[in-house]
């Protein structure tokens, strides 16, 4: 990442503007100081909420809105090119998008299924592999997956979220093994439960964290050196036990 | 060509470019017209502080004579010289002093080429008299970005040549200079150093009109607070005459030695707050309290800090900071109220200079105009610096000023929209003159002084809000 001379970020992408997650970092990272933001959601509506906020507290700092559908695999690298034409170079690309799935029925619907598989897997390769293609020309840039706990080890609530997290993670640790020869790299941010819309109406888990911690850890991440982040830290450790459960085990555990 | 990191004098914000180094005319077309889709940045002696001579993934062209062997043409009759771009003002000084003529503008360096010192209508101590660099250049060589090589001078295609002084390189890659040197009689300055006790007096002392020192700047100590605060020391100077040492340049050997240079490794904050309270103070005592003559060689004079080499490394790893602006004439209570911010601000400078400025020229991104203007370092890595200069952006701003893009490494956009109301036309001006978008530079996508990406250079789509 490029910063000028008092380490502030020129330009930030966020894919997924209105999740709470990547909202918190934004507001976070703004706090350091920000030139240019641009969200990239579904709904440009609902966006208004984060643009006002941002504006408020930054009234120097650019926010701009522009639609994006993840599930809209084949308009991906023209997304990107129509992004670097207007804004120019991102020093910061955080990837957030992502379905929940909590109403796919994994025995009956298959269309529900290939469309989560699309907007998380597959759609998100293509997001990550173009902005880390512009990243490789720039020679700078830190790109930042929302990845998750669930995709850790599996489990029986949210079986094709978690298996698409497995997948994404899998392939950004990948295109870091790249994009480090060109000077840019990749932060994965593995979050354990997180209460934000996505998770309203949930049960609560046991060390869960808020949206603003999250935010805070990403930040600073961000302007590291590190590769993997959990969020909470100790996450970590609590999986490294979890992933060597025996089946029985892991099924039977109120996580 | 290699793959260097590169940055500023202040050595920050680091980036990856690949450098071509030449003093070659027909090596830099090439690879200025090959340089690919992250266009090419034309570099000198890497004197601007900031992030005006690199480009981040793309190719910059160091432009710069590191033989010496590059002829300097010196019409020793009408002062009139033609060098390449490449070629140094010290180099123009150790060719041109013994012989009796002087740059007629010099910044605080004279490790600058000179097509960087146009391409930053660097101006000095005798700007409020003698205007900056551009007023004083008769041609300009350029070579544009399709390749073709054209003069440009204020009376051959003005608008291209008022765009291209103080057009930070990218209006092309400036190759050759003709400047019109003024007579010196000898290698000497004669300076007059006194204390001034404060600011109010410091902006008194500064307008009062005196002929016969055309040299004028004072240095500021920019810890003092209260009834102190501004205080400094003036320097005045005038090019001392034949009559007054007995010695031509001819006679007095125009020596720059470096006396010594910075380590190459030095520890992180070793310019604190309290190392630098104490310099300026015992900076400001040792002036006299009332104004005392001197003899001093130009060098001395004009360039101080190039007796240290590298003194930017005195900064640490996290390097530092220049920050220079200008607020109007009648401004001086802006002035005074950002001094004192800076004093209140916690980080500590050494290094502040005020200086009075006259007239602009008409060079459309040209920072010199009609006030004052000051010039600070700031160790870079507190995270206190940020939000400070951000105050003193709206400051300057508010008051109707603006910065000088060959320091700036922090400023975001809407201040070079709002400190320089001809940008526009400069845009339009630019656009024309590399219709391609081959010249960029880290600083000037910071800055959106460019196109995005160039125009034409990438595939635009089609609809701005079609998705």
Not at chain 1, 111 to 140: C, F, H, I, P, W
Not at chain 2, 303 to 327: A, E, K, T
Not at chain 2, 409 to 418: E, G, K, T, Y
Request: hydrophobic content about 40%; aromatic content about 6%; some cysteine.
């Amino acid at each position: 990442m490029v910063v000028n001379g008092v380490g502030e970020i020129s330009t930030v992408w966020v894919f997924g503007g209105t999740s709470d997650l990547a909202i918190a970092t934004v507001a976070e990272l703004a706090r350091d100081g920000i030139a240019r933001v641009v969200l990239l959601c579904r709904d440009v509506k609902r966006a208004d909420g984060v643009v006002t906020m941002l504006t408020e507290r930054h009234p120097r700092m650019e926010v701009h809105v522009r639609p994006f559908d993840g599930s809209d695999i084949d308009r991906v690298p023209d997304v990107i090119a129509r992004l670097t034409a207007d804004f120019g170079d991102v020093d910061v690309a955080i990837v957030a998008h992502a379905l929940l799935g909590a109403d796919v029925d994994l025995l009956g619907d298959a269309t529900g299924l290939r469309e989560l598989g699309d907007v998380n897997y597959t759609g998100t390769t293509v997001v990550l592999a173009s902005v880390a293609r512009q990243m490789s020309l720039q020679k700078y840039g830190r790109l930042v997956l929302f990845s998750s706990v669930a995709g850790e080890r599996v489990r029986r609530a949210n079986v094709a979220y978690g298996a698409s997290k497995a997948g994404i993670d899998a392939f950004a640790q990948g295109l870091d093994h790249v994009l480090v020869e060109h000077g840019a790299s990749v932060l994965i941010v593995r979050p354990g439960f997180v209460r934000t819309k996505m998770t309203t109406g949930m049960a609560d888990a046991p060390m869960s964290t808020t949206p603003e911690k999250v935010g805070r850890s990403v930040a600073r991440a961000i302007r590291s050196r590190k590769r993997i982040i959990w969020v909470p830290a100790q996450l970590r450790w609590v999986f490294m036990v979890l992933r060597h459960l025996p089946t029985w085990l892991w099924r039977r555990l109120p996580v | 060509m290699t793959e260097l990191r590169l940055s500023g004098w202040g050595r920050t914000a680091w980036s990856t470019s690949e450098v071509v180094s030449t003093s070659d005319v027909a090596i830099a077309r090439e690879a200025a017209v090959e340089s690919g889709p992250r266009g090419a940045t034309a570099r000198g002696l890497g004197r601007a502080y900031g992030a005006a001579a690199q480009n981040a993934g793309g190719r910059v062209i160091e432009f710069l004579d590191r033989s010496g062997a590059l002829p300097i043409d010196l019409d020793v009759e009408t002062g009139v010289l033609r060098a390449s771009a490449a070629v140094s003002i010290e180099e123009v000084l150790h060719h041109s002093v013994p012989r009796g003529w002087f740059v007629p503008v010099t910044p605080g360096t004279r490790l600058v080429t000179l097509g960087g010192a146009v391409a930053s209508d660097v101006h000095g101590k005798n700007h409020h008299v003698d205007g900056s660099i551009g007023r004083h250049v008769e041609r300009i060589g350029i070579l544009l970005s399709d390749g073709r090589r054209t003069e440009i001078g204020p009376d051959l295609h003005p608008d291209w040549f008022w765009a291209t002084v103080g057009g930070m390189g990218l209006t092309g890659l400036i190759t050759d200079v003709v400047l019109r040197m003024r007579p010196v009689e000898t290698a000497a300055m004669r300076v007059e150093t006194r204390r001034i006790p404060d600011i109010d007096s410091m902006f008194t002392v500064m307008s009062e009109d005196d002929d016969s020192f055309p040299y004028s700047v004072a240095w500021i100590d920019l810890m003092a607070t209260g009834r102190s605060l501004g205080r400094g020391v003036l320097t005045v100077g005038r090019h001392a005459s034949l009559a007054e040492t007995g010695k031509t340049g001819a006679d007095t050997e125009y020596r720059t030695r470096a006396l010594l240079g910075a380590p190459r490794v030095v520890p992180n904050g070793l310019l604190n707050r309290a190392s630098i309270r104490a310099f300026n103070e015992m900076w400001y005592r040792r002036a006299p309290r009332k104004p005392e003559m001197s003899t001093e060689s130009i060098p001395a004079f004009f360039h101080p800090l190039d007796g240290v080499r590298n003194w930017n490394r005195m900064y640490g790893r996290s390097g530092f900071v220049q920050y220079q602006f200008i607020v109007p004439p009648g401004r001086e209570d802006a002035m005074t109220s950002i001094v004192a911010e800076f004093a209140r601000g916690g980080i500590g400078s050494f290094l502040a200079v005020l200086k009075k400025m006259g007239p602009s020229n008409e060079g459309m991104l040209s920072f010199p105009t009609e006030g004052w203007t000051l010039a600070l370092d700031l160790p870079a890595g507190s995270d206190r610096l940020a939000p400070l200069l951000h105050r003193i952006d709206e400051m300057v701003i508010d008051s109707g000023g603006r910065h000088y893009l060959a320091k700036d490494c922090h400023l975001m956009p809407w201040a070079v929209r709002a400190g320089y109301p001809r940008l526009k036309e400069w845009q339009k001006v630019r656009d024309e003159m590399d219709p391609i978008g081959i010249w960029t530079s880290d600083l000037a996508r910071r800055l959106d002084l460019v196109p995005m990406n160039g125009n034409g250079r990438f595939e635009q789509s089609k609809k701005k809000d079609d998705l």
